[in-house]
């Protein structure tokens, strides 16, 4: 058997001290509170993990999140390509700075995009009113949620597609053009099949995170149970009631939901990297 | 998953002739499509921050800031970023070292849990603390007897928030030290350097762009972060109250000159973090 840690000289130094510290300050601030969660989760029975979960206001919260992350991450997979495309193909005054912006979601804390998003769709703002005027609730909506949760996730797609549309080798447009496709079948027909990977990561990256989302919806989403309550939400009041035991039977479900959109995403990216270079 | 994207991703014009570009129609008709729906996600909720500020005059808006609660806020909000970002800065150098210029088995598992805090629901990662260092919490007997208060106090808000911006500095630097090799390094600690001085001649000047961009986004989001914060604060008012939190509070108490007032200050923060992020990767893709 090959001992834990191949022996070889090593020229550079402080290999045990650094992989030591990061372990240790790994294991403090993540590993260890991290854990916490799976130890009171143990101490729950099967009987109790099933009772708050099963119950109707907490399907329905998960039910709410799980749509409204579903449709947010889909409008952001539709407009992320179309963003992407623009800012890598065409040229357009402001191109530069407009790029820029679009990590404003990453940056912007999202108590302050609540709060704004809020008042710009709550009824007396001016897009709410808008709307308002054809009968269309926005703000203290589910409506409101899907808004909210667009614009966190804007950037992922975006971000993920850009690179990737950039470094396509224009020869395979050309190949297509000779070979008498039109652009939309080129688009549809080549291009889109190399892009399937970068779309699919970039709208799971933005599912997962409004999934999680919990500062900009607080504000828009009015928060009555039932109706407009998301999960983070939940747990968050259930701690307020100091009811631990229900916040962690949640909190664990959300988790293993994002490991498992964690695993898709590697799943994504595995396959890709084995299609591109066989071995 | 906070920024999907590091450095390492640049792009690049790709020249286009007329068969594989579309017509001007097309084309501006996208743009325009494309620049719509940036106006109304991005631009607009941008504007309206500090339009709504700024509503009632500069007086309220100064005196907004003048407020003692909020000014402890904000006192709390740069303690905490100036303790969370350091540390998790010489973390990030730590196991970029560790990671990059040495090899050995659970690598990847290790890189797979420094990125684990962007995968937890902002809300989980207060929580964590509180089934840690709460009353009814595992360690929570233990501080009761030795009279020790973490939650509700601003140590919790400094722990969650170092949970949160974890990942942000070694994942920025770990792809970049080992794209870099280690080569240089070797060559000078076989010429007599020592290992400290390696680091500061060789390496650190090699890295100073990515470190750099780590940094300013650990510092946004240390300075932004609210669900995390909001579970351990206990929301007490001149204590344990940071920025968006007491952006929270006043504007769910209708007091929206102020809450907008301390909102466009973090705008402030997230716009210079946006043009510093620029500059950085612009200096970066030159040298």
Redesign the interface.
Known sequence: MAPFFRRRHRVLPGFGLTLGFTVFYLSVIVLIPLSTLFIKTASLSWGEFWNVIGSARVLAAFKLSFLASLVAASINTVFGLLVAWVLVRYNFPFKRIIDGLVDLPFALPTAVAGIALTSLYSGNGWLGSFFESYGIKTAYSPLGIVIALTFIGLPFVVRTVQPILADLPAENEEAAACLGAGRLKTFWKVLLPELKPALWTGFALAFARALGEYGSVVFISGNMPMKTEITPLLIMTKLDQFDYAGATAIAVLMLVVSFLILLFINLINWRTHRILAPR | ?????GLL?????????R????SWL??LA??A???T??F???????V??FQ?AFEKGLGAYWQAIQDPETRSAIRLTLITAGIAVPLNLF?GL??A???A?????GKNL?IT??D??F??????SG??????F?T???LGPFLVEHDIKIIFTPVAIV?AT??VT?PFVSRELIPLMQAQG?EE??AA??MGAG?LR?FFKITLPNIKWGLLYGVI?CN?RA?????AV??VSGHIRGLTNT???Q??IL?NEYQ?VP??AV?SL??L???F???A??IVEWRSNKS
């Open positions: 998953m906070g920024a999907a994207i991703a640049k792009t690049k014009e790709v020249p286009r002739t068969a594989t570009t579309e097309v084309r996208l743009i499509l494309a620049l729906f940036l109304f996600f991005l631009l607009i909720p941008l309206e921050v709504k973390f730590v196991s070292w560790a990671i210029k040495f090899e050995f088995r290790l849990l420094i684990l805090p995968s937890v629901s902002p809300v989980i929580m964590i603390y509180v089934l840690l709460g009814q919490g595992l722990l170092i949970f974890f280690r390094e070797e600690m076989t290992g390696t986004l946004a300075m932004g972060e609210f669900g909001s579970v920025m968006p939190l952006i929270e504007y929206f809450a907008f909102a973090l705008a923060l997230a716009l973090t946006l043009a992020k620029g």
